[in-house]
C-alpha cells in the first residue's frame, strides 16, 4: 500500500471513530443446509440520543464513507479463508481504500459496499449506508462476527489503531 492510501484509509477510519450509533434490530440468518453456518442481519441507526442537538445529517455528511471502510475493514481483518480459497490467503495482507471503491456503489439512494471473496478471505459482508442514517450489515457464514466489528467501533475490545 502506498503512502497516500494509508493516508486515506487513516484518515477514513479517523472519520469512523466516535461516530454515535446504536444498534436497532439484529437477525439471526440460518445457512440452508449447515446450522453451523449462519449470518447475520443487523439494522443501525446513525445519531446520539444523548445529544439533543445531534444532526443526523451532518453524521451521514461527514462519516459515511469512513463508517463503511471501518465496518469493511474489520470484516476482512476478521475473515478467514474457505475451502479452496486458501491457496490465495495470506495472514498479512491488508484491505486497502481500492478494494474498499471496488466493492462500493450507489443505489437506489444509499451507499452500498458488497465483498465476497478477496485475498483467500471468505468475507461475505453487505453494508447500507441510507441518507437518513440507517445502516443495515448482513453477512453469510460470519456467525455473530459483527456485533465484535461493532464492539471495536465502540472502543471495546481492544481495537486500536498501529503503525501510524
Do not use: C, N
Not at 464513507?65 to 495472514?91: H, K, M, T, W
Not at 483467500?120 to 437518513?132: E, F, H, N, V
Amino acid at each position: 500500500m502506498s503512502d497516500t492510501e494509508r493516508a486515506t484509509a487513516y484518515r477514513l477510519l479517523e472519520s469512523a471513530v466516535g461516530v454515535p450509533f446504536r444498534v436497532v434490530s439484529e437477525e439471526v440468518l440460518p445457512a440452508p443446509g449447515d446450522e453451523a453456518e449462519f449470518g447475520m442481519r443487523l439494522k443501525l441507526q446513525l445519531d446520539d440520543p444523548d445529544d439533543p442537538d445531534s444532526d443526523v445529517d451532518d453524521l451521514v455528511e461527514t462519516s459515511a464513507f469512513g463508517f463503511l471502510f471501518a465496518l469493511a475493514v474489520l470484516s476482512f481483518a476478521d475473515a478467514r479463508p474457505r475451502g479452496y480459497s486458501e491457496v490465495e490467503y495470506r495472514e498479512s495482507d491488508d484491505f486497502s481504500v481500492g478494494h474498499f471503491l471496488e466493492g462500493l456503489s450507489f443505489r437506489r439512494g444509499a451507499l452500498h459496499f458488497m465483498a465476497d471473496y478477496l485475498h483467500g478471505r471468505r468475507i461475505k459482508t453487505s453494508l447500507t449506508l441510507r441518507p437518513d442514517g440507517s445502516v443495515t450489515i448482513e453477512t453469510v457464514g460470519r456467525g455473530k462476527a459483527p456485533l465484535r466489528w461493532l464492539d471495536h467501533l465502540k472502543g471495546e475490545g481492544g481495537f486500536h489503531l498501529v503503525g501510524r
